[in-house]
């Protein structure tokens, strides 16, 4: 059972344009909601992170959305540059800390 | 300063072999957790050690997979009896602590192909 699902799967943004991933959870548990980049050959790196008392997080040009009742989340990314093109992964975890991924969405920033 | 380190990072290895792998995590982390990366595919929770409290290994795929956490430091992944569908990347990451933070920091993977 799938419990974090993601979407698109995939994502082709011009350069400067707006990227926008979504997910959403079934867990009413889980209370911490990271998103990580991967880029070809590395590990997975966090890259921002929310929990469920705030309804947006912005870092720079990523920002979480949150939407406790609905229980989706999403990655915005501003002014996207062709360095963002990578697989981004959301989460999620509660008390048991183990992260339960979605299945990633591979962004891609055309010039 | 140093982060998650794995090795090796490439194991190629032949159908019923044992395999083993390691993952030295950031010094000072507390708890450690291993995850698996199948091709085009997401991550997938293995095993999670905390302190010196019984491991969580409820993602473990069946029995032929073991891990251990020496001096709670240093962790090995092994895979007994290896099969095809073990082929994948092995992800290991480390956090400070699973009171304070949830804050998972990812190594650089050993991809095992079974051959």
């Known amino acids: 059972q799938q419990q974090v699902k993601q979407s698109p799967q995939s994502l082709i943004v011009q350069k400067g344009g707006i990227s926008i991933i979504n997910c959403a959870y079934e867990n009413t548990a889980f209370d911490y909601f990271p998103w990580y980049q991967q880029f070809p050959g590395k590990g997975p790196a966090l890259l921002i992170a929310i929990r469920p008392d705030v309804s947006e997080k912005k870092e720079g040009r990523f920002t979480i959305s949150f939407n406790k009742s609905a229980k989706q989340f999403s990655l915005h990314i501003m002014d996207s540059q062709p360095g963002d093109s990578a697989t981004y992964f959301c989460a999620a975890t509660g008390t048991a800390s183990k992260l339960t991924f979605g299945t990633g969405t591979r962004l891609q920033v055309t010039l | 300063g140093a982060g998650v380190s794995q090795s090796p990072s490439n194991k190629v290895t032949e159908k019923g072999k044992d395999v083993e792998l390691r993952c030295d995590p950031i010094s000072g982390h507390t708890a450690l957790y291993w995850y698996r990366q199948s091709l085009g595919q997401g991550l997938e929770f293995l095993i999670y050690?905390?302190?010196?409290?019984?491991?969580?290994k409820s993602g473990l795929p069946s029995d032929r997979f073991s891990a251990e956490r020496t001096g709670g430091s240093v962790s090995t992944l092994t895979i007994q009896r290896t099969q095809q569908e073990d082929s994948a990347v092995y992800l290991c990451?480390?956090?400070?602590?699973?009171?304070?933070?949830?804050?998972?920091?990812f190594g650089p993977g050993t991809r095992l192909t079974v051959t």
């Open positions: 050690f905390q302190g010196n409290s019984a491991p969580d």
């Open positions: 990451a480390s956090s400070l602590t699973r009171s304070l933070t949830y804050e998972q920091y």
